[in-house]
């Protein structure tokens, strides 16, 4: 593609973020602008506007549709879904978040993202903004019903992530409809203050975060008409959520030393439901890694596997010597803040220790999966769930979230796996 027809300097490969086609800035289709006459495309159905390939360009680039229209609007040549200009300009970076049903991965995720938007600009000097504010649209009212409530006393709880809905795009290949997932996406980019703020080229990304229901890693959900989770094979880096509340081992550690009620009645509500156990899931999600990855089962990932520790409010006096203080730290040359990596590292140590303890199974799995295995407790909200009368299920008032850690598993992968955007510091007094 010239630079008559994008302006603008532009990768010479395109990864698309729902179907992880590979292709030319050359190869890109062009959404038609919304005239009548271009309703209807050929894979996406008839709420959707054609793709197309461009004969003509305005001056400035954008591309000329069928009907004369102007439009800046680009598409995957393969599924037909819009990737966003960003994905021309900067590396993508892709991490998978999976877990088992009920882990919690919809309150992380929520947590997480407002977390990073506030604390990456005033700490770390990295502006994080969406680059699509369609595709985050849900993650949106995720951090609005929990940080953002008008009603700072209501009792909310966030849906689990469905098997399909929003969250997933349909796309007909032919013989066959392909389900895949949306992507959420954010621009991350060194400010002024940033020591790599004159490389803002090349340390700039685009981060893509996948994620999918924990039915989708039972196993045989994988297939040619759902491979809603093959982007484990390009992510990375690996988010795995254990739920100690779901393991009874854990809940009977903790008898006594919590008010949580996940922690003292799961074990009924778990009984009245179809329940999987969570090493299940991080075997398969290793397994379809190694399938989709070329790797043989006695060969060791390259990449790392992050095993986040939910709820880490109801369960904590386990390891009462540890505290949830932020592991940041100053140095004197430099207006940002680093992340402290020994103090990670050693709680890390303490948390694989104490799961070895309790559950040696989620252990011994990673470190047969990866020689990079971290161990990081979050909590989400900071404060046990209360239980709604009229549902029967648990919430959480807005006023109540006081999150902790729960953005460290992301920012010490950006500062060890995504070099120039987060400093670190391995040795502190």
Known sequence: MSET????????????????????????????????????DVKLGDQQMVRFLPSRFTADGEAVDPEGQRTSRLACPSCHLEVARPLY???????????????GKSYFLASMTW?????????????????????????????EQQFL???????????????????????????????????????????????????????????????????????GSDSSTAPVTRHLALSRVLFFLFDPTQDA???RACQGKTKDPQMQNRSERLARESVTRQDTILVEAIQRVRRHAGLREDQLHQRPLVIVVTKWDSWKELLPDVSHEPPYTNKSSTPIQFLDNQRIAEVSTKVGDLLRQYTPEIVASAEGFTK???????SATGHPPESDPQTGGFGVRPRDMNPYWVEVPMLYALNKWCSGLIGGVEKTK
Not at 10 to 32: D, G, Q, V
Not at 92 to 98: G, R
Not at 372 to 378: A, K, S
């Open 89 to 103: 300009q900067i590396a993508p970076v892709f991490f998978s978040i999976l877990g088992a049903p009920a882990s």
């Open 372 to 378: 990079h295995v971290l161990f990081v407790p979050v």
């Open 5 to 40: 027809t994008l302006p603008y300097t532009i990768r010479s490969r395109i990864t698309c973020p729902h179907c992880w086609h590979e292709y030319s800035p050359e190869e890109s289709l062009w959404i038609a602008s919304d005239h009548p006459n271009l309703f209807g």
């Open 149 to 219: 409530n008008p009603n700072p006393d209501a009792l909310v709880s966030i849906a689990k992530t469905q098997l399909d809905g929003d969250l997933y795009d349909r796309v007909n290949m032919g013989t066959h409809v392909v389900s895949y997932p949306r992507p959420f996406l954010f621009n991350l980019q060194p400010m002024a203050k940033h020591p790599n703020h004159e490389k803002s080229s090349l340390v700039s990304r685009v981060m893509c975060l996948y994620d999918n229901a924990g039915e989708h890693f039972l196993p």
């Open 115 to 143: 977390q990073m938007r506030q604390l990456l600009p005033s700490k770390f000097g990295v502006v994080m903004t969406d680059t699509d504010p369609v595709a985050n649209a849900r993650l949106h009212e995720y951090e």
């Open 249 to 251: 081992r854990f809940r």
